[in-house]
């Protein structure tokens, strides 16, 4: 059994690490880490599949962390070209932000519009996510420890990250949408 890597600290240290791990790997095909920053644990999780033979191979860049408090609110948003799968809740609407160039790239379900506009009211988050291409980010259920299942925020792209400017911009997004979803 592989020890979990845990990183923590302020977002430059965690950063600063996250960095050096890239610069040492030369050819990157699977990086999974723990962040803990402020009481919280991210999982960030990136995997290169090269595939081979008659394998296309595949990659992913996946940020998860477990949320507390926030009771039956659950939002999915998605860029405009992603099949539709998320949004099947029920009581799930489709939730116009009142962003043109933000609602024109991304559909956004929610069952509270009201809880779900102010994580994207903040510009650096909405040109995050509207700069992504084939992903789904919200609140999902998951199994943690082999314990009932638990909601969790999971942002899942269909490209690996692994320039860590860029990673960084998006995981800076992920965590403020943290923060304000589940402030614990």
Same mark, same amino acid.
């Given at each position: 059994?592989?020890?979990?890597?845990?990183?923590?600290?302020?977002e430059d240290?965690?950063?600063?690490?996250?960095?050096?791990?890239f610069?040492?790997?030369?050819?990157?095909l699977?990086?999974?880490?723990?962040?803990?920053?402020?009481?919280?644990?991210?999982?960030?999780?990136i995997?290169?599949?090269?595939?081979?033979?008659?394998?296309g191979?595949?990659?992913?860049?996946?940020?998860?962390?477990?949320?507390?408090?926030?009771?039956?609110?659950?939002?999915?948003?998605?860029? #405009?070209?992603? !099949?539709?799968? +998320?949004?099947?809740?029920?009581?799930?609407?489709?939730?116009? *932000?009142?962003?043109?160039? @933000? &609602?024109?790239?991304?559909?956004?379900?929610?069952?509270?519009?009201?809880?779900?506009?102010p994580?994207?009211? #903040?510009?650096? !988050?909405?040109e +995050?996510?509207?700069?992504?291409?084939?992903?789904?980010?919200? *609140?999902?259920?998951?199994? @943690? &420890?082999g314990?009932?299942k638990?909601?969790?925020l999971?942002?899942?792209?269909?490209?690996a990250?692994?320039?860590?400017?860029?990673?960084r911009?998006?995981?800076s997004?992920?965590?403020?949408?943290?923060?304000? *979803?589940d402030?614990?």
């Amino acid at each position: 059994m592989t020890q979990e890597k845990i990183i923590s600290g302020n977002e430059d240290e965690i950063w600063q690490q996250i960095t050096a791990d890239f610069i040492k790997e030369d050819d990157l095909l699977e990086y999974r880490v723990v962040i803990e920053q402020q009481n919280r644990r991210i999982l960030l999780d990136i995997d290169i599949d090269l595939g081979g033979g008659f394998e296309g191979g595949f990659e992913s860049t996946m940020l998860r962390s477990q949320l507390k408090s926030i009771g039956d609110f659950r939002f999915a948003i998605h860029n #405009e070209s992603f !099949i539709d799968e +998320v949004g099947k809740f029920f009581g799930m609407q489709d939730v116009v *932000i009142g962003y043109p160039e @933000f &609602d024109k790239k991304v559909l956004i379900k929610a069952n509270d519009e009201t809880k779900v506009r102010p994580l994207f009211s #903040e510009t650096s !988050i909405r040109e +995050v996510f509207q700069s992504l291409d084939d992903f789904t980010f919200g *609140i999902i259920m998951h199994h @943690f &420890d082999g314990k009932e299942k638990s909601p969790c925020l999971e942002l899942y792209i269909n490209s690996a990250i692994t320039d860590a400017v860029s990673l960084r911009k998006i995981y800076s997004a992920f965590f403020k949408v943290l923060i304000l *979803i589940d402030p614990h």
